[in-house]
């Protein structure tokens, strides 16, 4: 699995607040001039009475697209930053988009009307890679998965295409044998056969960083520290630069680790 070959296919943020700012056009026509003063390409406008649309169209087919969105979701008030398709475009020119339009965000709704720091965070990361060997499928199969060919054989076809989901939520340290799993808190990732092209791994992961209570018991037993989880808000880029250092660190190590397994034995 080379590391060079990643190829990123989608880079989305979302901030969820408690908050319930009305819209009004003057803030949205004010957050399209703020953003679009300092560089981000975004021509197209819309608004509604919940929601305000900023978006471009790219070249290309399919072709390439970046949304940003301001408005109410389910009860939540959201700022959302996607990029699909993104080229040539680094992930680092991304999040430095990303970060005016938060900052124009911020400007024009500041935290007392959006209720403080967001309740959630979240980004997703969708990105391909070259399987070691070529072969996604085979990769998968007999270094990943060390599938016996035996039970395979049970299913009467060979596959054409694999996948697994792996959830990780981030754990409080316990007493118990076991550490407490913080269920909001952490990434899922999917790896799977890419089936466009079977010499690519189809990546998708999402990282979240919600701002939940920490047990009394569990900061006692942590020696103090803060009363939430994520007490600090950062900037856009620094959430997709981490999630993505994530990807091409920790999940490719532990594919190649895998690999290594199988091949020694």
């Given amino acids: 699995m080379n590391r060079d070959s990643f ?46 649309q900023l978006a471009r169209q790219g070249s290309g087919n399919p072709p390439s697209s970046l949304l940003v969105e301001v408005g109410h979701d389910q009860g939540r008030f959201r700022f959302l930053f996607a990029e699909e398709r993104p080229s040539t475009r680094s992930l680092e020119l991304i999040g430095k988009d990303a970060d005016i339009a938060w900052d124009s965000f911020c400007e024009v709704w500041p935290s007392e009307r959006v209720g403080g720091n967001p309740v959630l965070v979240e980004v997703r ?28 054989e049970k299913l009467e076809r060979q596959p054409h295409g694999l996948g ?5 939520p981030v754990q409080i340290p316990s007493d118990q044998s076991a550490n407490i799993p913080l269920m909001g808190a952490g990434s899922t990732i999917l790896v799977e056969t890419l089936l466009d092209d079977p010499t690519r791994l189809y990546l998708e992961a999402q990282f979240s960083w919600p701002s939940v209570p920490i047990p009394q018991e569990i900061r006692q037993r942590m020696g103090g520290g803060p009363e939430r989880t994520n007490p600090e808000l950062r900037r856009p880029s620094e959430y997709l630069l981490e999630s993505d250092e994530y990807m091409k660190t920790q999940l490719t190590d532990f594919l190649l680790a895998s690999a290594e397994v199988a091949d020694s034995g």
């Fill in 164 to 168: 697994v989901k792996i959830m990780l």
């Fill in 125 to 152: 990361l969708t990105t391909t890679a070259v399987a070691k060997g070529g072969d996604a499928t085979g990769f998968l199969k007999d270094s990943c998965f060390h599938m016996n060919p035996a039970a395979l």
């Fill in 7 to 52: 190829s990123l296919g989608r880079a989305a943020l979302n901030f969820l607040f408690a908050g319930k700012p009305q819209l009004t056009r003057e803030d949205n026509l004010k957050f399209y001039d703020t953003v679009t003063r300092q560089g981000v390409d975004l021509p197209q406008f819309s608004q509604s009475e919940t929601t305000v």
